[in-house]
Nanobody, 123 residues
Framework: QVQLVESGGGLVQPGGSLRLSCVAS????????MGWYRQAPGKQRELVAA???????NYADSVKGRFTISRDNAKNTVYLQMNSLKPEDTAVYYC?????????????????WGQGTQVTVSS
């Protein structure tokens, strides 16, 4: 089972930026698709961005043009650069893995959920 640790959240004003990081516990990181999810209070967890082992990306419509997902396989780390943040981006952000982008979009992730990192966008 892949263990994942998220960091980088915080309180930011609308229009601000944050960069989230997620470190995976295993060196097989490079063969998995990675995704960033978020869960706002009272809402279901949703996939906001995903990246394949080769670097192909996919984004939820709500974050397209504002968020950028990237990965550094040598460091077993995936990042989420979040720009032009809005109050509705407030949520706990999690990362997870799947065998492929298709699997992530259909069956869902297969890693253990970490504690996540809180992002709060407020003036």
């Amino acid at each position: 089972q892949v263990q994942l640790v998220e960091s980088g959240g915080g309180l930011v004003q609308p229009g601000g930026s944050l960069r989230l990081s997620c470190v995976a516990s295993r060196s097989i990181f490079s063969i998995y698709a990675m995704g960033w999810y978020r869960q706002a209070p009272g809402k279901q967890r949703e996939l906001v961005a995903a990246i394949t082992s080769r670097g192909s990306t996919n984004y939820a419509d709500s974050v397209k043009g504002r968020f950028t997902i990237s990965r550094d396989n040598a460091k077993n780390t995936v990042y989420l650069q979040m720009n032009s943040l809005k109050p509705e981006d407030t949520a706990v952000y999690y990362c997870n893995v799947a065998s492929s982008m298709t699997a992530m979009m259909s069956a869902g992730p297969i890693g253990s959920w970490g504690q996540g990192t809180q992002v709060t966008v407020s003036s």
